[in-house]
């Protein structure tokens, strides 16, 4: 079980976040992880006990073929996506003699941590090489080529009481000095593309350069970027890679598109994992003997803010995974499948804590009930505790991520 001891799952976590600055390298990531460990891509059909994945864009599915189909399967989500600034079509612009790019948030971005930060620029771009194809490359700047400094204070003095950001105007990116606008074969030409490509669509994502890190005096916490939702797919990722199920098989599907509604064609509210059960476990009674565990992140009570959470409902970091429940069904988890989690976690001597958003605030929703409602299969969400979710620089306790893998695995394995 060496990944998921908390030192190697932290700095093994720290690398695959540091090395995913956007849901496609997400995906790469975990392809050259399940690779090394002997899985196999498979469109078709997949042997009893074989270890295989299939990607579809940003989204990727990898399991353990059950041995008898009528075990079922043991189905742990999450998501590779995370609020962020993408670049818009024809976004570069001049302004006071700066080269600029416009960006459309991405999600329920939280706008003000992105001020002051130094950024990068990462991505899938479509190309045409010098053979005349039509080829998707990955792209990474590597290093920090833009900015979006903050107003200063003297300018706007009500700043620290009534700051409204408008992301169309305030949240466009410095890429530098210039007198003319030059074009992406250029700008990304040492990013990851080759001599002759001409890029002729793209999907780029700014991302905070600051590498991951512990701080507090115990270095208790992991400071990153998009442990909403990576912390969960690593967690996933890991338990995955220690899996020796029995009879059912266990599956990891890590969806793209979660933090944008799961509606597109490898979203949780596509067709990706359902097609992908099919081909590879075509017997119908794999489905009916399935389970699901839905893994992203909850909140943690905020020590300045503990009265967002109820008195009886506040989740503290390092304390255990949360087991999140609504009784709205904007999370999935139900009875059966909670009292399963406990049941696992007290076998693996792994705290849990439970968790129910306060009556008079919305509640936020995950892949959970869609994929409940998609696939009909009992579902629980759980994850993580965290703070400042959609920040660009959240904060998860460094005991909770490692418990989070055990709990996935025992629940593979069961
Ligand atoms: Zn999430």
């Given amino acids: 079980m060496t990944h998921l001891d908390p030192v190697q799952f932290n700095t093994g976590l720290i690398d695959f976040v540091d090395g995913s600055p956007s849901p496609w390298h997400a995906v790469e990531q975990m392809r050259e992880r399940l690779q090394a460990a002997g899985f196999d891509e498979c469109d078709g059909p997949a042997a009893p006990g074989s270890r295989v994945y299939c990607i579809r864009g940003g989204s990727i599915v990898a399991a353990v073929v059950p041995k008898r189909a009528e075990s079922g399967w043991r189905i742990v989500g999450a998501h590779t996506d995370s609020p962020n600034l993408r670049i818009k079509p024809n976004g570069l612009y001049l302004a006071e003699g700066q080269l600029m790019a416009s960006i459309e948030p991405y999600g329920g971005v939280l706008m003000s941590p992105w001020f002051d930060r130094d950024l990068g620029l990462a991505g899938r771009v479509v190309v045409r090489d010098a053979e005349g194809q039509r080829v998707t490359r990955l792209v990474d700047s590597g290093s920090a080529v833009g900015w979006v400094p903050s107003l200063a204070i003297h300018l706007d003095r009500e700043a620290n009481t009534a700051r409204a950001i408008n992301a169309e105007k305030h949240l466009n990116i410095v890429l530098g000095q210039a007198s003319e606008v030059p074009s992406w074969d250029e700008i990304m030409l040492n ?18 350069m600051q590498p991951s890190d512990f701080v507090g005096l115990q270095q208790e916490w992991l400071v990153a970027p ?3 939702n990576l912390l969960s797919c690593y967690a996933g990722l890991a338990a995955l ?3 020796d199920p029995e009879q059912a098989g266990a599956l990891l599907v890590c969806n793209d598109h979660e933090e944008v509604g799961s509606t597109s064609s490898v ?41 967002m959470h109820a008195a009886s409902q506040r989740p503290l970091l390092n304390s255990g995974p949360v ?5 709205n069904q904007r999370y999935a988890s139900e009875p059966e499948m909670i009292a399963l989690a406990m049941d696992l976690a007290d076998m693996e001597s792994i705290p849990v804590q439970q ?3 306060r009556a008079d605030l919305g509640c936020g929703s995950t892949i959970g009930p869609i994929t409940a409602s998609r696939l009909g299969i009992p579902t629980l969400d759980l994850g993580a505790p965290t703070w400042g979710m959609h920040s660009c620089r959240e904060t998860a306790g460094t005991k909770d991520g490692a418990w989070l893998a055990r709990l996935l695995l025992a629940f593979m394995q069961h």
Avoid at 199 to 207: E, G, I, K, N, R
Avoid at 323 to 327: D, H, P, Q, V, Y
């Fill in 267 to 307: 979203g949780a509210d596509g067709p990706l994992l359902e097609r992908t059960l099919a081909r590879w476990c075509p017997d119908p009674q794999a489905l009916d003997q399935s389970l699901m565990f839905s893994a992203d992140n909850a909140h943690g009570v905020h020590p300045n803010y503990a009265d």
């Fill in 241 to 243: 890679l220690e899996a």
């Fill in 355 to 357: 968790f129910a958003n």
């Fill in 323 to 327: 087991l999140k429940i609504n009784a």
């Fill in 191 to 208: 990013w990851g593309l080759q001599l002759g490509d001409e890029v002729l669509a793209m999907d780029l994502c700014a991302y905070p």
């Fill in 226 to 228: 998009r442990l909403d």
